[in-house]
Structure formats: C-alpha cells, structure tokens
C-alpha cells in the first residue's frame, strides 16, 4: 500500500528536537522571567534562533500549551497563562482512571495536605477571610438535608481555606482535587444520613472554623484531622455498625 500524498508532505517531527525547543522555551520564561500575559517569541524567531524548522517549534508550542503554561491563537504569538488547578485534576483523575489509585490514596493524600493547610489560615487569615468563613459556615447548618447544596457550600470552606493560607499553591490544590472532593463529600453525606453522626459533619466544621477565626493554629489541626479521620470511617467503614446479636 502506497503512503498517502499527505503523509509524504508533512514527515514526522524529530522528537529530540521538540525537546530542545521546549528546554529552549523554559529556560527563557526563567531567564526572562515572563509572567501570565507575557508573549513568547514568534515561531520564526525560534526556527531561526535555533536552526529548527517551524513544525518543529510548532509541535514544542503545542506541548507546552497541553501542560497548561501557554496558550495559542492563530495568528498571535503563545502567550503565557496562569497555572490551573485543572492540570493537576486530570493527573489526579487519571491516575484513578486506570488504577494507579484509589478513594483511599486520594483521601490520605487531601489528610496530610490540609492539616497543614488548617494550621496556615489560622495564622494567616485576615478579618475578611474570618467573616467568609463564617458566612458559609452558618449557611451550611440549615442544609444537612440538601447533600448538594451542602457539598457546594463545603467546597466553598475549603476553598476560602486554602486562599486564606496566603500560598497560592494551596487554592491550586484543592481545584485540582474539585470533582473528587465534592463526590467523596455528597458519598459521606449519604452514608451517614439520617443518623447521629450527620449532624457531626456540621459541627466539626463549625468547629474548624472557630478555630481559625480564633487563630488558633493546634485547635484547627485537631479539629481538621478529625473531619479527615471521620470521612475516611464514612467512606470506607460500614454505614451501620450494629453490636453482634446475643447468642
């Protein structure tokens, strides 16, 4: 079978070669120091620069734009984008996707990283980000019967959580855990409802937030770490445990 004509016009790109270009774009975004709205130099003043052809370049613009640092138009020059917590998300999503992990892995993972974040909005927090916290808070204790709306409202602590750390790494974290977070919260809603233990979701919230808006660092650790331990009972435990029956 004969190679189509289209085929003969565009050969493969040299994989190598993509690759220089890409450390060549990196290295001049550091040595640069280009920031979100900044352009990168054209695609023929790379070629020309690096003794590349265009695809080549092309392709290395089309990397970086899939990794989520650039962003191309037609007929513009790439521009540089601020980074997304999406990126991180369908890592994350892809790695439950195939098996690589599992609510277990994704639950430990969200223990660790925000305990320590609990502990940074306690020290950090500004008046306005204690009064945000509080809003929500108070908004949430109506709606235990609405597992949405309450999930949604529980993102939302968590999120004015992670910006209240003033680390922006933080905010970029919990978007990339967005969709997981907000399944695992509604299945811990459902699990748990009507029983005792659905009015304990509320009040360890209210919990964490009095004491970040007390600035209390090992009082929102605590707190924090024992809504951890209770989700991961909620998910992973039995919905009832009822005692063995008498023999």
Known sequence: ??????????????????????????????????RPGARLPSESTISTTLGVSRPVVREAMRTLAA????????????????VEGKMIGRVIKNAVLIGQADA????????????????????????????????????????????DRYAELDMRLHTSLAHATRNPLYP???????????????????????????????????????AVVAADPAAAVLAMTQHFDDAISAILGPIVTEPPADT
């Open 104 to 147: 277990t892995d994704i639950l430990e993972m969200r223990r660790g990283i925000e305990i320590a974040m609990v502990a940074l909005a306690a020290s950090r927090r500004s008046d306005a980000d204690a009064a945000e916290l509080r809003s929500i808070v108070d908004e949430m204790a109506g709606l235990l019967g609405n597992p």
């Open 172 to 210: 970029l974290l919990i978007e990339a855990f967005r969709q997981l977070i907000q399944a695992s919260m509604l299945e811990g809603l459902e699990r748990w409802a009507a029983t005792p233990k659905l009015q304990r979701v509320q009040d360890l919230h209210v919990e964490i937030v009095d």
């Open 1 to 34: 079978m004969q190679p189509s004509a289209n085929a003969a016009e565009t050969p493969p790109v040299n994989v190598g070669l993509v690759e220089q270009v890409i450390e060549y774009l990196r290295d001049h975004v550091a040595t640069e120091q280009l």
């Open 67 to 82: 990794t989520g640092l650039v962003e191309m138009a037609v007929g513009k020059r790439a521009r540089i984008v601020p």
